[in-house]
């Protein structure tokens, strides 16, 4: 499935019917593209799992249709307020992925048509709502490759800049690398025809229910990705993960809540520089070797910190951690020890 989350197929998805599967949702993280890293982050998976679940069911209150079908716990599915413990095992709708076919050094989607059903979009949506420093949007606005106007914006964004509306941008999901695209080239190769204008109203949606959950308890949302599928009878469904700590920038008292503490260590190793050099190069994963392992108090700082926010998020106790903003005070003196 990925470096993070397991696969296990019940029941494949054919033409014309959905499949069923589980998530397990594991301690591993990756950075850098580089794949699984060496240390486990505890109850990672955990937390990533119950939190998605619980979006998952605000969004399916609300209106918005998903592929979650609920927890595993020993081996019943259940909704979030029926589970007596933690728990990583999600059990979801299965959709067909339907590769772009790769010819010379262009994607052909012509497979993507509109009426076709039982399918993954081929899309990431991000929604900004916030610029933070380094953020792809400064390199874009250079590059030409986007406008002000298409940010919603009359003079030039600096590093920090709060939008008055998110924006709403468009990557691939199945190519060998990930590129952005225009709004019209996102809508052409979605296969989604009309319905491309519901699944934007559909990113807007999520991104309000996930802001106003946040910061009832002093979390401000700043992007985030989304998945989509469309079902065998039509709907647009959100799939994958939503409002976790991988999925999404959060941030609580100017600090980073999400693997960025994690690739700023990386940062100041030899191994991040030679990683530098390497990226790209032809079995560049095998040449690079294994990345050296995190610091015991890092490892078990970030992993408190995934632990607190789902406790904070959810409003129950799953795990025996401190309060978030208490662990972010602990990884901010981290930060700056280091």
């Known amino acids: 499935m990925g470096s993070v989350k397991d ?59 998903t592929h979650y079908l609920g927890l595993v ?9 029926e589970i007596s413990n933690a728990v990583n095992e999600m059990k979801v709708r299965l959709f067909r992925v339907i590769k772009p076919v790769k010819k010379k050094n262009e994607y052909d989607y012509s497979k993507f048509k509109e009426g076709l059903v039982n399918y993954l979009v081929p899309l990431e949506v991000i929604y900004r709502n916030f610029l933070p420093e380094g953020s792809s949007v400064f390199r874009r606005l250079e590059a030409g490759e986007l406008s002000l106007e298409e940010l919603g914006l009359e003079d030039y964004p600096s590093p920090g800049t709060m939008l ?51 910061s009832k308890v002093g979390i401000r949302n700043e992007d985030g990705k989304l998945e989509f599928a469309v079902d065998e009878s039509g709907k647009l469904v959100v799939v994958d993960a939503v409002g976790t700590l991988d999925e999404c920038r959060f941030s609580m008292d100017g600090f980073q809540l999400s693997k960025e503490i994690l690739r700023q260590h990386y940062r ?23 990345p050296p392992n995190l610091p015991k108090e890092l490892r078990e700082g970030v992993s408190k910190m995934y632990q607190a926010f789902a406790n904070e998020i959810i409003g129950r106790k799953f795990f025996d951690v401190p309060s978030l903003r208490k662990v972010v005070k602990e990884l901010k003196s981290f930060t700056e020890e280091g």
């Open 73 to 81: 716990e020993d081996g019943k599915v259940k909704q979030l307020n």
């Open 164 to 214: 008055e509306k998110p924006f709403i941008d468009f990557s691939t999901k199945l190519e060998d690398g990930d590129r952005y695209l225009s709004v019209e080239e996102a809508k052409r190769i979605s296969g989604l025809g009309e319905k491309f204008d519901e699944l934007v109203d559909t990113v807007k949606r999520v991104n309000e229910i996930i802001t106003e959950k946040t």
């Open 268 to 290: 100041k190793t030899y191994w991040y520089k030679r990683l530098k050099v390497t990226k790209g190069m032809e079995n560049w994963r095998k040449i690079m070797g294994r």
């Open 7 to 65: 696969l296990t197929i019940l029941k494949k998805p054919g033409a014309k019917k959905a499949g069923i599967g589980t998530f397990l949702f594991s301690d591993r993280y990756s950075v850098f593209d580089y794949g699984e890293m060496p240390d486990k982050i505890e109850n990672k998976g955990a937390s990533l799992c119950l939190v998605s679940a619980y979006f998952f069911e605000e969004l399916e209150r609300k209106g918005i249709d």
